[in-house]
């Protein structure tokens, strides 16, 4: 299974969506498909991609207008990939939203410094660091890579990104509930202790003695914490008690 982030490719040419399956999924990135632009609408919202990779000329609705809709509720980055390399084509989609415009034809080594750069950006501008560092865990949410001490550590996708949600949270108390419609979505479990079981299994991954965590911390009766990566302790007075509003 794909470690890295879920890209979107949205392209009606099946030699170009040949080629980005293959590269992309040698980079562990995930690959979601569409041919035409309401198709791309449909996934966007089904698979919640964390990055969109699109041609301008599809068959049903222009490129332009799919950048249009997708900006209406989404900020995921989105990078055109067009045969068309006119000026007035790369203004267009750049100032209704586009994060970057390549031509084809492409390098593939340039696309995915593109792609990086893109992640990276989107991270950056909501605040989040796109590498976490606190002892010896870290968390590239670019790439989606957990390591404990130099060594890469397998989380399962929800283990993941209940992981990648504290680290985005780090040094504050995240409440069950919270956790849960942030991994889950509307329809989350009500049961805390389906949570639990997962932070048990990321414990047995992260923590040098899963009994007593050091990185992941309880907080009896509310929640769970990351530790920051400037707190001295698991009762460090700067971050005790600091909890975001349900």
Known sequence: MPEGPTILVVDDEPPILRLLRTSLGAQDYGIVEAGTGRDALRRLAADKPDLVILDLGLPDISGLEVIREIR??????????????????????????????????????????????ALRHRFQSQGEPPLFASGDLSVDLVRRLVRVRGQDVKLSPKEYDILALLVRHAGR???????????WGA????????????????????????????????????????????????????????????
């Open 173 to 183: 108390v995240l409440t069950h509930r919270q956790i849960l419609q942030g991994v």
């Open 187 to 246: 329809a989350y479990p009500q049961d805390p202790q389906t949570l639990r079981v997962f932070i048990r299994a990321i414990r047995q991954k992260i923590e040098p003695d899963p009994t007593r965590p050091k990185h992941l911390l309880t907080e009896t009766g509310v929640g769970y914490r990351l530790q920051a990566p400037c707190d001295g302790s698991a009762n460090s007075p700067d971050i005790k008690g600091q909890r975001l509003r349900e």
């Open 72 to 117: 209406k509720t989404s900020p995921v980055p989105i990078v055109v990939l067009s045969a068309r390399d006119d000026d007035a084509a790369k203004i267009a989609a750049l100032d209704l939203g586009a994060d970057d415009y390549v031509s084809k034809p492409f390098s593939m080594g340039e696309l995915m410094a593109r792609l990086r750069t």
